[in-house]
């Protein structure tokens, strides 16, 4: 059931939600092409630095699910008010930091308000938008989710043609604080604080198993044995915390919204999809500068067609789902996808740009056609009550999956001899996760009969 309120007022907390998490979602992947300069000016190895990257991603996988305790616990007006002053005070840590563990903090505390930020915005949208509109608002929101992460290594490309790696902090402390202060002034209470007790028992046990089995996927690139310890270890605790919920009266996370057939299998749609974005996303940038010998400024420009393309289509694919359900979109998004991802897969020293920018903006196309009404549809079985719950879990297993699938391309064209040709490998791993993504959708919608076709 929708919260009752002005199509004025809805519209300004859409606003304030949609571009806080923009900005939260654009800064994770901002530093991917300043590692590079921030590991010159500090002095630092390029295994440790890489923690500004990594360790963003590892703190929203771990506190994602703790978000939609903190959604019940506590009214939506002083949630937002206190995620987004944390990550104000994260970005000014930034401004000002002169090393590397200064840096590093700033971005930790970024990523903790990033990660709650992420399923309150989409929590607080289901909540304030009426069902049959659904779709447009998470299309909306998959828009944001998607061309964040998809703008960031070009805006930050563009600053540090101009800037020093500092402004990749100082130009995003005036937007947050104007949020902030918009967020003060209009944002209503639509939600009450329920007196819930957070299992602290379950907040370690998701700290600690989440941040051992994120983190081995780094370490195996270094110490293998240390890997496999550090993912056992993890996967157990996960497993005992996931055991944990099932009994609990007030769990931290409600383990059992997977067995909603649409939840489940739409969810796991949702992160083939993004495995395959922020897997190519990553591997484009590596091929461009040290096959074809570009700058990090211009890697980030190739990317920026494809960006605004998955944007706009992202919006149209939310208002057509409302109307013709997903299956035509995500059919033919799967086929948009494979087509972009030919000529990736062929690519050379002497392909010419123009030709990986459309490949590159059809595969984001069909992304958007597919990512958005999967995210929409996930929640059509899912009770109101649920949806802090649902958000919170369908956020932890998308970035999860992202994480992997980074890690898994990169460790892919690192294999061969041929950077050249452990891109192509890598590009053809992208293929399984399509055709996995269609075996997925077939099985939904020959046990889901009553799906919107």
């Known amino acids: 059931m929708s919260f009752q309120m002005s199509h004025q007022k809805r519209t300004i907390v859409t606003a304030v939600l949609l571009i806080a ?44 699910p703790l978000s939609s305790n903190l959604y019940e616990k506590f009214s939506n007006r ?93 130009l995003f402390l005036p937007l947050f604080i104007i949020l902030w202060i918009i967020g003060l002034v209009t944002l209503p209470n639509f939600s009450q604080p329920q007196p819930i007790k957070i299992d602290l028992l379950s907040v370690f046990l998701s700290l600690v198993g989440s941040g051992l089995a994120l983190s081995s996927l780094t370490t ?55 495995m395959v974005l922020i897997g190519t996303e990553q591997i484009l940038p590596i091929f461009v500068e040290n096959v074809k010998g570009l700058n990090s400024m211009q890697a980030g420009l190739i990317l920026l067609p494809g960006a605004f393309a998955n944007a706009l289509f992202a919006a149209w694919a939310g208002r057509y789902y409302d109307t013709h359900g997903p299956k035509n979109l995500i059919f033919s998004g799967a086929l948009l996808m494979v087509v972009g991802a030919l000529p990736l897969a062929l690519m050379t020293k002497q392909t010419p740009v123009w030709i990986i920018i459309v490949a590159y903006m059809l595969r984001m196309i069909g992304n958007s056609c597919v990512f958005s009404p999967a995210m929409s549809e996930a929640f059509t079985e899912v009770a109101p009550l649920d949806i802090s719950h649902a958000t919170a879990l369908n956020n932890t297993l998308r970035q999860v999956s992202g994480s992997v699938s980074t890690t898994i391309m990169v460790v892919i064209a690192d294999l061969p001899t041929s950077l050249t040709h452990g891109v192509h490998l890598s590009i053809i791993f992208t293929f ?22």
Request: net charge positive; charged share 5%; hydrophobic share 55%.
């Open 220 to 274: 195996f690139q270094k110490n293998q044995v240390g890997g496999w310890g550090s993912l056992i270890v993890g996967l157990i605790l996960v497993y005992v915390f996931c055991r944990r919920q099932l009994k609990l009266q007030q769990p931290l996370l409600k383990i059992q919204i997977v067995k909603l057939h649409s939840f489940s299998l739409m969810t796991l749609i949702g992160m083939l999809a993004f």
């Open 21 to 64: 998490s923009f900005l939260a979602l654009t800064s994770q992947t901002m530093m991917v092409t300043a590692l590079p300069v921030i590991q010159h000016d500090l002095q630092v190895p390029l295994t440790q630095v890489q923690w500004l990257t990594t360790g963003y991603i590892l703190i929203i996988g771990i506190v994602t």
């Open 78 to 170: 002083s949630l937002f008010l206190a995620t987004t002053g944390l990550f104000i005070m994260g970005t000014f840590l930034g401004c000002i930091a002169n090393s590397f563990l200064s840096l590093l903090l700033a971005r930790l505390l970024q990523a903790g308000a990033g990660g709650i930020l992420m399923s309150f915005q989409m929590t607080a949208l289901v909540v304030i938008f009426p069902p049959e509109k659904r779709g447009t608002i998470l299309g909306m929101s998959g828009l944001v989710v998607a061309s964040g992460p998809a703008l960031g290594p070009t805006i930050s490309g563009l600053i540090l043609h101009f800037f020093s790696w500092h402004y990749l902090f100082i």
């Open 432 to 453: 399984c996760l399509i055709l996995t993504l269609i075996a997925v959708f077939q099985f939904y919608l020959t046990h889901q009969p009553q799906v919107k076709k």
